[in-house]
């Protein structure tokens, strides 16, 4: 089974902390995404990795930065959290190339305060 | 640019039969998925469709019109713990990198 873990459920932060946030997946997939979901607004992308070292802004990249280092693993980090920035995270990974689907991790529930 | 639209929500009864639609709006095409997705949880892929007609999985059938932009997802016998959102999801740009857009949404309640 393909599987996608995210370093944490809940996390609660203050404004202006520097927030880490880890994703790792185990089925040597190429690509690896962030996203965001908000009520009403769906899911969001914020970043997305094709590979090592490689990395596309999505919709909304304002505020959040992305490290891939290894092939397994993305972080995504917010710089300086401010309350808008609160909402569920989402990591994803897939194969690259037509007809491959997204395997999502359990997601991260940030509370900024 | 690129759009995708569905009924924000939806209500049902427990046995029945009903059809969540998609329409989108892309620059190139390559197939289109539905995903599911439980309240608090992560959405879990359902189907993909690249060529037209329905392809049928179970109680669950996914249905595309490339010639009209449409999709819809047809859940049969339905359960209770059918109860979840479904999304549609095209890939970017018609690009086969794997990027998907997402549509919002349709918020499906199976009542007994």
């Known amino acids: 089974d393909v599987k996608v873990t995210q370093s944490s459920r809940y996390l609660v932060k203050r404004t202006g902390e520097k927030v880490f946030l880890e994703c790792v997946q185990d089925?040597?997939?190429?690509?690896m995404f962030w996203y965001r979901q908000d009520p009403g607004l769906g899911l969001r992308l914020i970043y997305f990795?094709?590979?090592?070292?490689?990395?596309e802004k999505g919709d909304i990249p304002e505020g959040y930065s992305v490290s891939r280092e290894k092939k397994e693993r993305f972080s995504l980090i917010l710089e300086s959290a401010s309350t808008n920035q609160t909402s569920m995270y989402l990591c994803?990974?897939?194969?690259?190339?037509?007809?491959?689907?997204?395997?999502f991790g359990p997601g991260t529930r940030l509370t900024v305060l | 640019g690129q759009n995708i639209d569905q009924p924000t929500e939806m209500t049902a009864t427990e046995g029945a039969i009903v059809q969540i639609n998609c329409t989108y709006q892309?620059?190139?095409?390559?197939?289109l998925f539905w995903y599911q997705q439980h309240a608090g949880e992560a959405p879990t892929f359902l189907s993909y469709?690249?060529?037209?007609g329905l392809e049928e999985k179970g109680r669950f059938s996914s249905f595309l019109s490339r010639s009209k932009g449409y999709s819809y997802l047809l859940l049969k016998e339905l359960q209770m713990k059918d109860s979840a959102s479904y999304l549609c999801?095209?890939?970017?740009?018609?690009?086969?990198?794997?990027?998907?857009?997402f549509g919002k949404g349709t918020k499906l309640s199976v009542k007994p």
């Open positions: 089925m040597d997939h190429e690509n």
């Open positions: 999801a095209v890939p970017r740009g018609g690009g086969s990198q794997g990027n998907l857009i």
């Open positions: 990795s094709y590979d090592v070292k490689m990395k």
């Open positions: 892309t620059s190139g095409f390559n197939g």
């Open positions: 469709n690249v060529l037209d």
């Open positions: 994803a990974s897939s194969r690259a190339g037509l007809g491959n689907e997204q395997f």
